[in-house]
């Protein structure tokens, strides 16, 4: 049977869509489809017609996927979600629509919802031997034992020294609520009793901008490059994504925060939707003063990174961290892997406590730590901080100590001279810990010195009670475990009797320093490679 002149056209149409398609031009090639999928929406609309139903629905959901495939590749997913929908309401069954549709939904990090997409695919004869789709659903099954288990397991990459690009993760957001706080504005607060170093969010960055450091320092040129590139970044994703948008605006702007709404933890979850009503343009004094107040640096003081480069510098944009607020004794560490952000407990937290990270040093003089508040634009009100205050910082002797930081005198005798003021003011527990914390640089340089520990080691403490005491009052830290480890290296213990209980205490504090994202092997691994540093 010849073809009439308009199924002539359509079948041109199609082709031409294909071929657009196949060359990656993405936007021409949504046109092509979008005009052929009106004339088959059209034709079959029709009481009578001359096109083949069955051949013509087929047809039109090809269009459909592979116009949902062009969309996804814009990153203009909602849009790709919708075509997959209506290609789904045409043939429910459709191998390659379930497939793209789970494979979007998997880039949102809707898991559950694109597992039942995979799951439906899996039934397709077309499935068997398709190594594309069985990796897509493999990766699925992960990540979404990931987000509802926050269960992370990083072992081989450390292991193998940070091979490759990092490792893609999927979304967690653990047992919290975001509440009135009584520090600043809102906080973000566990809801349960959690067990140090156990995963409280993994998130990943709205958006992220890089650079490597040739020097020390990046030159302020090179900074402002990096901010403009960063802004342009978060500005085009919320002109594409509302519900991102929306988020990001829920952000604070600094200043009083008492009267903001405390909007709740659910809107952050990846199932969520955000409103898709259109929008007035995009505020840009509020949504810069938002990313000048909540965007976080990599090399943050309460922040570790896993890479095999540091030489970098990273800043970026992540939601629900941006809710935590300071303390200078705080209770939770950031792990960065990648683009994505890990916030674990740095020690035991209890149900209705208040998730707190340091903005800026905890192990520093109290001066340093006001100093550096008004640079944040903060005033710290914490527990340590108002002991400080309030019974230290009128003390000549402390004064006495910091002008002899300040000369260069003996560490050993300014260690033994604060340990012996400690025990005069009856300071006992937590209080001892937040001064060896604050004055942490003398006993890192004098546990660090041969010469000054066969002077004074027998008239100071030990560093495992300064360790506990330190980590205690003031949580986990990278250079506490790096000396303790050092210290462990030394005695060689790891071959004397004592050597597993002591290495228990290493591993214990790198799980807090850390998280619980690695074996104990991949552990050891790492502290040598911190140790190299």
Known sequence: MATTPEEE??????????????????????EAYSQFITLCTHHLSLPQSHFTSVKLRKSLCIALCNRAEAKSRLRELNSAL??????????????????CKGKILLSLNRYSMALHCFKMAHLDPQANGNVDFLGFWQKCRKFEFLSRTGFLDLSDWVSNGFPGKAPELAEYIGAIQIRKSEISGRGIFVTKDIDAGSLILITKAIAMERSMLTGKDLSEDIQ??????????????????????????????????????????????????????????IDMVKLLAILDVNSLTEEAVSANVLRKNNDCYGV???????????????????????DYLIVHASRDLKADEELTIAYYDPLSLLNKRRDMSVTWGIQCRCKRCKFEVDVLYHKKELKEIEIGIEKGMDVGSLVYKLEEQMKRWKLRGKERGYMRASFWSLYS?????????????????????????????????????????????????????????EMEKVFRLGREVYGKVMKKHAMRKLLELCNAD
């Not at 709740?264 to 898709?276: Q, T, W």
């Not at 629900?320 to 939770?332: E, G």
């Not at 080691?457 to 000396?483: N, Q």
Request: overall charge negative; some cysteine; hydrophobic content about 35%.
């Open 445 to 501: 340089e004098a546990y660090g010195s041969e010469k000054c520990m066969k002077k004074w080691g027998r008239r100071i403490p030990i560093l495992e009670a300064v360790v506990d005491s330190i980590t205690d009052a003031v949580g986990s830290d990278h250079r506490v475990l790096k000396i303790l480890n050092e210290e462990l290296k030394k005695k060689g213990s790891a071959s004397s009797g004592d050597g597993n209980l």
């Open 9 to 30: 056209h359509m079948q041109n149409l199609r082709s031409r869509a294909t071929e657009l398609f196949i060359r990656e031009e993405w936007n021409p090639s949504i």
């Open 316 to 338: 970026g944009l992540w939601l629900l961290p941006s809710f935590i607020n300071h303390s200078c004794s705080p209770n939770v560490r950031h792990l960065h892997v990648g």
């Open 224 to 281: 402002l490059v990096m901010w403009k590139n960063f802004v342009d970044k978060v500005v085009e994703l919320v002109r594409k994504c509302h519900k991102t948008r929306d988020l990001i605006e829920k952000l604070s702007i600094g200043g009083n925060e008492d009267e903001l709404d405390v909007p709740d933890v659910d809107l952050f979850r990846p199932e969520s939707i955000g409103e898709m009503n259109s929008r007035d343009e």
């Open 82 to 99: 919708d075509d997959c929908d209506y290609a789904l309401q045409v043939d429910g069954s459709h191998f390659k629509t379930l497939v």
